[in-house]
């Protein structure tokens, strides 16, 4: 079942343990990361007799250990020991304490993600599945959802994350219960529901390059079974790359979010959540770019300026990046004894637009307005068994609608207006869906199967005359996953898992031409995984995953190097292999560990037709077509990740001190077919100190560091025939922040 329906048992929530006075010694603490090493080694994970030891130890000094968290990945609540998928489920808490405060910044508390972006379009991998297309009406093939509200658009999925519950990360493609477009994965970001106690929190911070933003929430009961959640945030900063041409900062951002959020529980049996959303966000650090090592054909004009240096442009247009989005949905559940209805409709209107400089030199060679319109409706009914019997169950149909529009894209070389261009794309989409588990013993058989019917049409034309007349086509496509769970116990599991996932065939929505206009074909993924979750001892969990992925007909994007746009087309196949692991330590009562790691190979299988641009040497690129990029690596799949991600806290008479942090080190990764643009390896460095007053709990101050080491980090890298260009995520930043809960 969703989040928004059913209110989690407040003592199952994600929790951060509250800072008690206590005293706990450094050989307790010390053998415990110590065990906890040896476990995650290979070969004695699964040392079966810890487990009485740990409960012994636990009791004597005190310690509750590792708190469970519900999730909902199988559209119920459960446990997340006992789902037999990989996920990772944080809490909001946490996430700003390790410095993650808006989606993008998903990279570095989770493992197997990279969040980058290109223009206005903000694009999530998981295991080396994504999209870099910024097509309208295109979507994501990591899908995101908001309460159980699927997210169509990619423009709109970078957000500052506020008042948030938990986001959980799926892992593999999730084609039956959720569907379409999540081929790589999923990623869930739950807001807690309102509560009839009035509650409230806010939060100031004071950053460096300007950073200010306010932020906070209240909830409370307004009559009985009716309660309301307020959340509300501003923010915005001057930027922090240098412009050489005009002087100042580019690179500036602001963002507001507002959600309403109405929960009716007029019986104990029937329950309706009522969400209103706004977000605004303008970001222009992504379009403020630099010729990748000089690279541009402004190098050939008189006297350029060309930035050089990280975190520097000298480009000639004034670029953004903004994006608009309303949205509303309703949710319902009524409980029938044996089972369950839920039902879900929503509303999503985004309009965003992007502004960017084509060869990103102070010379005006080239430059792209693209104005984008879309909206979409989506219904869902669900029924679902209730209780603990040995067969559970899950029924349900979806429904799914909309268009998107580039609304007068707009390219200009030399200053002049070239061309003026309109395009139009929309979805109909239908499905059914079910899954069964049957448990006998300590073995939980699973079989799902989805239906999906889907409907596309476009058209485009230019200011003078229709250049692409209505076209339609459609798909039908069947999902389903297998899978099977063996229990040693309540804490130790395995599961072996095969799943289908696919994502719609598009239309390429910058093609101005019959040739280019037409339709992409599915992209489709099987994947086969093994997994285990245990916890060898109560405050350690160790849970880990092997996987491998058949991905063919997979939708990539090239530039045509005559107009600079982007068309799209099926890039054949890639193999994907890797694996994972997870350690969640709670070393002590007020010092809490998680850690995690990945290894990852994925290469294109067979890419014969792949396009690229290769540079002169006298600045811009020949375009190479076709180009066999066949064992190349796909693109932004790092070959390794690590993170770990603590909080410390210690009482003292005059008040509670707090340490928390984060460390990620990504290897390199590829932006390009050819393997030849690339991010090299980094670490990312984050830290918070806090401090709350003797008696006063619900008041925190702290100060913090995000990218300590000032890693340079792209957020994204394109190559054309005009320029390879890059930009950049921020460089060290530090700043302060309060916040006050009642």
Known sequence: MDAGFRRAPKQ???????????????????????????????????????APPAQTEAQSDGQSGIEDIIVTAQRREERLQDVPIAITAVSGDSLARSGVTDTRQLTQSMPSVVFSRVNSSFQPYIRGIGTRNANIGDESNVSLYIDGVYQPVMSSLGFDIVNVERIEVLRGPQGTLFGRNSTG??????????????????VGRLGSYGEKSLQGYISTGIAPGISVDLTGSIAADTGYIKDLVNGGYRGDR??????????????????ATLTGNYTRYADSSSVSEQPFRGNSTGVRAPTPTIATRPWETAIDVPTNSLSTTYSASLQMRLNLGAFDIETTSAYIDSKAVSVTDSDATS????????????????????????????????????????????DGLESYANGALTGRTFTRQEVVSYAGFGEGTLRFGPVSLIAGLRYTTEKRNYEAHTAAAITVPFRESSNDKLTYRLSTQYKFSDSANIYASYSRGFKSGVYNGFATSVAAAAPTRPETIDSFEIGFKTDPLRWLRINGALFHYDYTDIQQSARDPATTLVLLFNAASAKVDGAEIEATIRASRNFNIRAYGTYLRAKYDSFPTAQIFRPLGIGGNASIAPYDASGKDMIRAPRATV??????SHDTSFGTFGVAGNVFHSAKYYWDFENRLTQPAYTMINGDISFSPAGMDNLRLSVFVRNLANEVVYSQMTSTATADKAGFERPRTFGASASFQF
């Open 12 to 50: 199952a929530r994600l929790a951060q343990p509250k800072s008690g006075r206590i005293q706990v010694s450094n050989r307790i603490f010390t053998s415990r990361i110590a065990i906890a090493v040896a476990l995650i080694a290979p070969g004695t994970a699964w040392a079966q007799d810890a």
């Open 185 to 202: 994965g999923l990623i869930n970001i739950i807001t807690p529901d309102p509560t009839e106690e009035l509650s409230g929190r806010i």
């Open 254 to 271: 602001s963002s507001e979010v507002a959600r309403a959020k109405i929960l009716i529980e007029p019986t104990s049996n029937f329950r």
């Open 363 to 406: 010379k005006p060679i080239g430059s792209v307005i693209a104005p984008q319109s879309s909206y979409y409706i989506e219904n869902e009914i669900r029924a679902l068994s209730t209780g603990e019997g040995a067969f559970s169950w899950i029924l349900g149909a979806f429904q799914f609608s909309g268009k998107g529009a580039f």
């Open 643 to 648: 993170g770990v991600n603590f909080d410390w």
